[in-house]
């Protein structure tokens, strides 16, 4: 399948310093975003209510607090799940700032792997468990 049609190509950010976050409330603000794909990180935190992720075609509902991370190339969508919507972040961040200088080491061990499709992690993260109770925190004071 050609996904090249579903590219978000908007810098987050800026060129120099590629992150923002972003607040969300479905179905206040928007009704869903679409399904694409870019190549930043992307962290959906859910603050109240729910919201639901499909992240490769499989529906993730986030309920208060869950979270959920989009790998770079990921094709995924943000919808309302109930009635009433969900408020959520959305953390965005280029693989770039990361990198130090041309050949550092801890970049090419540790993050272009999942530039190049070579290794993923779990995605989805409710509420209590140690990943989301680590990340969390940080989250909450951007």
Request: proline share 7%.
């Amino acid at each position: 399948m050609d996904y090249a049609p579903l590219q978000e190509t908007k810098i987050h950010g800026t060129a120099a310093f590629p992150y923002s976050v972003y607040h969300g409330r479905i179905p206040e603000w928007l009704r869903s975003f679409p399904l694409h794909w870019h190549d930043d990180f992307e962290i959906i935190y859910c603050m109240k209510g729910q919201i639901q992720i499909t992240l490769w075609g499989q529906a993730h509902v986030l309920h208060d607090k869950d979270l959920i991370v989009i790998l770079p190339h990921a094709v995924h969508s943000i919808e309302q799940n109930s009635s009433k919507g969900g408020e959520y972040f959305n953390i965005m961040f280029h693989a770039s700032l990361f990198k130090g200088t041309e050949e550092d080491p801890c970049y090419a061990k540790y993050v272009l792997p999942f530039l190049k499709g070579e290794k993923t992690m779990d995605c989805f993260y409710p509420a209590g468990s140690p990943f989301n109770q680590t990340v969390a925190p940080g989250i909450l004071s951007m």
